[in-house]
């Protein structure tokens, strides 16, 4: 069974970039899509983009301007970088696997909290 | 931009059926996935394409869409199923292709 685990700063400053990784363990990220998903605390769960192993991707609009997603086969690992977090960027980040062509995303990550703040 | 609508919350007595509804614009032509969600844990996919269910989910959880309206039903309703519960659609409908959540419902077990 393929299991997903986030890590990264857990507190941010305003402006700067979140920068956060996704490690797979059990599976090779090869050959599947992977996605990146939200929730601010007490709120509910926002999409942000899904990268498939060969490096394509693609964003939700109305992140699309701050977000990168990306791979690295070598490493079995998922990265996530948003740009000029505000603290409307205050959530648990969770990895998952899959997003593509309408399949559901199964697994997830247990997720992490990234806290924007000065 | 598609939007889901969902009750914000449903209560149910145990032993009794939960029906949690997510409203979307002819929403019987888009594929429905449902994910449970307890305090301080991620999503767990419970029903997949409008009706699938995921090896190690009860039999308890079924799925139904058609119309505007999509159903995810909990037969015979345990404490342990106390939990948020999102419904998921992908929106191709829109210059902008994406993955649509609804506001989610808690599911109260009385």
């Known amino acids: 069974q393929v299991q997903l685990q986030e890590s990264g700063p857990g507190l941010v400053k305003p402006s700067e970039t979140l920068s956060l990784t996704c490690t797979v363990s059990?599976?090779?990220?090869?050959?599947?899509?992977w996605s990146w998903i939200r929730q601010p605390p007490g709120k509910g769960l926002e999409w942000i983009g899904y990268?498939?192993?060969?490096?394509?991707?693609n964003y939700n609009p109305s992140l699309k301007s701050r977000v990168t997603i990306s791979v690295d086969t070598s490493k079995n690992q998922i990265s996530l970088k948003l740009s000029s977090v505000t603290a409307a960027d205050t959530a648990v980040y969770y990895c998952?696997?899959?997003?593509?062509?309408?399949?559901?995303?199964?697994?997830w990550g247990q997720g992490t909290l990234v806290t924007v703040s000065s | 931009s598609y939007v889901l609508t969902q009750p914000p919350s449903v209560s149910v007595a145990p032993g009794k059926t939960a029906r949690i509804t997510c409203g979307g614009n002819n929403i019987g032509s888009k594929s429905v996935h449902w994910y449970q969600q307890k305090p301080g844990q991620a999503p767990v996919l419970v029903i997949y394409?409008?009706?699938d269910r995921p090896s190690g989910i009860p039999e308890r959880f079924s799925g139904s869409n058609s119309g505007n309206t999509a159903t995810l039903t909990i037969s015979r309703v345990e404490a342990g199923d106390e939990a948020d519960y999102y419904c998921q659609v992908w929106d191709s409908s829109s210059d902008h292709p994406n993955w649509v959540f609804g506001g989610g419902t808690k599911l109260t077990v009385l």
């Open positions: 998952a696997s899959g997003g593509y062509n309408w399949n559901p995303f199964d697994p």
């Open positions: 059990g599976g090779s990220i090869s050959s599947y899509y």
């Open positions: 990268v498939y192993y060969s490096g394509s991707t």
């Open positions: 394409y409008d009706s």
